[in-house]
């Protein structure tokens, strides 16, 4: 395979692991917490980042596209700088800032750098979450940084800065969510999308088992079947995607351990819901199951 740096020896296990069916494979992912849905959706996601390919991870919230970005960063043994993506971000916060700073006695002009220069000097990864929110304006800026040419002319230094070996690009992306903004053509152009659909069935059992307090297995059960009816309900838009996230259905499940599973739910999912229609819809579900 040809890659742009060479890939680290826990990636060439890796790799080996996967291409041998062993356990060992399974085993390396669970280091890094995330349970893909399927193994496909994990080499592709390995093999175009090890081939130096941006990644757009897209899926609704919840569904664990940040963790995936934090196994990857992980299996990579690659640090990983963050951006959050909102109609706030700018240059500054993308490239960094000029500030005032003392030198040998002396007030001297300094520039602290931002993620997206620090992942390009350092070469490690750089998570851009939510990459939907932003101005469409801005990330244009980056342009450069995520094609074939890996530089940027820092308008604040006016230096050229090229990304070293390792640099590499994940994003995040929430179609259609409240707030976000179709994806620019030409910035889309530039990734690689992996879809990043809900888990299900027995791998959501596997995950409750291993990231709740919950342990009463019917009561798990329960909850996996909520997930899966919730869902439903979401692609039947009877409810908004929010209802259906994983992170919500993680804290629903550790709350029952202390209070009723219905006012769990209620807590943790229903109350989130803008709609009244949305929030019976889920609490007769709830009533019908627990
Ligand atoms: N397939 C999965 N494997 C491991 N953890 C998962 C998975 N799906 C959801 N989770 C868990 O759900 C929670 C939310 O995950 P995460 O923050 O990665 O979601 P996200 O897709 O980035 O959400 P958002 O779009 O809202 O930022 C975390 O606790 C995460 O561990």
Do not use: W
Request: net charge negative; aromatic share 6%.
């Amino acid at each position: 395979m040809r890659t742009n740096y060479e890939l680290s020896d826990k990636m060439t296990e890796l790799l080996n692991s996967y291409n041998r069916n062993s356990n060992a494979f399974q085993e390396l992912i669970g280091e890094g917490g995330y349970m893909p849905p399927n193994q496909e959706l994990l080499i592709d996601a390995i093999s175009a980042l090890s081939m130096g390919k941006n990644i757009l991870l897209k899926g609704p919230t919840g569904a664990g596209k940040t963790k995936f970005a934090e196994t990857l960063s992980m299996l990579f043994q690659q640090p990983m700088f963050s951006v959050n993506c909102s109609v706030d971000l700018d240059a500054e916060s993308l490239l960094g800032f000029k500030t005032l700073a003392n030198k040998d006695d002396q007030q001297v002009i300094e520039f602290v750098s931002g993620p997206v220069i620090n992942a390009m000097q350092h070469g490690t990864f750089l998570y851009i979450d939510e990459i939907n929110m932003a101005k469409p304006e801005t990330l244009p800026l980056i342009n450069g940084v995520l094609d074939y040419r890996r530089t940027i002319t820092n308008p604040f230094t006016n230096e050229l800065v090229s990304a070293n070996k390792g640099f590499n690009v994940i994003a995040a992306i929430n179609e259609g969510y409240v707030g976000t903004v179709p994806l620019n053509e030409a910035l889309k152009n530039r990734f690689v999308v992996i879809e990043i659909p809900y888990i299900e069935g027995e791998q959501l059992k596997q995950l409750i088992q291993e990231n709740t307090q919950l342990n009463d297995e019917h009561t798990i059960d329960l909850f996996v079947t909520l997930s899966a009816d919730l869902i439903q309900a979401v692609v039947q838009g009877k409810i908004a995607e929010d209802a259906a996230s994983i992170r919500a259905l993680l804290d629903a499940c550790d709350l029952s351990v202390l209070i009723p599973a219905e006012r769990a739910i209620q807590r943790a999912i229903v109350d989130k819901l803008e709609e009244d229609r949305e929030r019976e819809f889920v609490l007769n579900l709830a009533a019908t199951l627990f």
